[in-house]
């Protein structure tokens, strides 16, 4: 009776409210359904979430009505998956979308979505990246988690808005610890698995989450910006060992270390980290990219900021192992400014032609 009593009351008071424009008593949010979903997507990063979404809906656990995905040109990971499990899609710019769709996933799909087309979705278009926003908003959060030396990370779901990347509300985030000494490609695996996973308990509790979103933080936003080759240059003087390390944990699957070496680029290959080499004076160290060949265990140590880093291999002309460089090219400059190498800045970067050569 009691019970009864309330609802009566709460009841009176939304109508009133209501009658004056200013409804104060809202209906629970509706239970979860099944979802008619579009996909956006581009590489293997994507195809996680993707493949957690098309076994879901062949479980059939009821969360997905229909799942259809939008793809970009060529042949990427998002679209061969789709084409081989049978999923329509679609090719980017979409044609008209109205009432075909619920809900929307964007997964690195590197387009920002036009506002027109965020407002073909009724329950929004959610995003799955990389990194505890606002840390890290930008095309490559993972590099940059490696590159700076995170110890803490995870994924985040947001809510798409126009305009901007990464600035959407929060629905959904789960923390992730940086293994020690771990590649970007690790990490972004890792994160893969467990952003997919966030991504269906979002869509679980769909209506409570966008209840619920908070909005990010001003304070703690960085931008990681993508990679590109000049960040490959290695700086002899300025770099330590622990800052040489993350940049080739970071960016070494993608876009060999480099150095100039006799006024030639010269690409490092096969990164063993630091290397303790005994002195007969610590106060004498050799300056910055002084190199040395380590008998022993095959290696090229070059001298940097605190320390020297070591290389078991390199590619001049061709991939040469470190002892074939030291036979072939490094012992014939020993005594000269030649068993050197040279930071890369502005004006004394090997010309593109120059370049070409070496890296045939």
């Not at 190498?341 to 050569?357: I, K, L, Q, W, Y």
Request: proline share 6%; charged share 20%.
């Amino acid at each position: 009776m009691r019970g009864a009593v309330l609802r009566l009351h709460c009841s009176s008071w939304c109508r009133g409210a209501a009658g004056r424009g200013r409804p104060l008593c809202t209906r629970p949010s509706p239970a979860p359904r099944q979802w008619r979903l579009l996909f956006f997507g581009s590489d293997q990063f994507a195809v996680e979430s993707l493949k957690l979404l098309a076994a879901s809906r062949v479980s059939g656990e009821g969360l997905l009505k229909t799942l259809e995905v939008v793809t970009l040109g060529g042949e990427i990971p998002v679209k061969r998956f789709a084409q081989q499990h049978q999923l329509p899609t679609h090719s980017w710019p979409l044609g008209d979308l109205e009432g075909q769709f619920d809900v929307g996933v964007v997964v690195s799909f590197g387009c920002l979505l036009p506002e027109m087309l965020i407002r073909k979705f009724p329950h929004g278009i959610l995003n799955v990246h990389p990194s505890l926003l606002p840390r890290w908003r930008g095309p490559a959060p993972v590099f940059h988690t490696v590159l700076h030396g995170d110890r803490v990370t995870g994924v985040t779901v947001m809510q798409i808005r126009p305009h901007k990347f990464d600035v959407g509300p929060i629905l959904n985030q789960e923390l992730h610890q940086v293994p020690d000494r771990c590649s970007s490609e690790e990490l972004g695996a890792a994160l893969a698995t467990k952003g997919a996973h966030l991504l269906l308990d979002t869509l679980r509790n769909l209506p409570e989450r966008m209840a619920n979103k908070k909005e990010q933080s001003r304070s703690g936003a960085t931008f990681a910006p993508k990679i590109n080759s000049s960040m490959s240059w290695v700086m002899w003087e300025e770099q330590t060992c622990d800052q040489i390390d993350r940049l080739y944990r970071a960016i070494g699957c993608r876009v060999p270390l480099k150095t100039t070496w006799m006024g030639r680029s010269l690409k490092l290959l096969d990164f063993v980290g630091r290397c303790h080499i005994a002195l007969a004076d610590e106060r004498r160290r050799p300056v910055p990219g002084s190199v040395s060949f380590l008998k022993e265990t095959n290696t090229l140590a070059v001298w940097c900021k605190d320390g020297c880093v070591g290389f078991k291999a390199v590619l001049l002309k061709k991939r040469l192992t470190a002892a074939d460089f030291f036979n072939g090219y490094l012992h014939q400059t020993l005594l000269t400014a030649g068993a050197v190498f040279v930071s890369a800045r502005p004006g004394n970067v090997p010309s593109s032609s120059t370049a070409r050569s070496n890296n045939s």
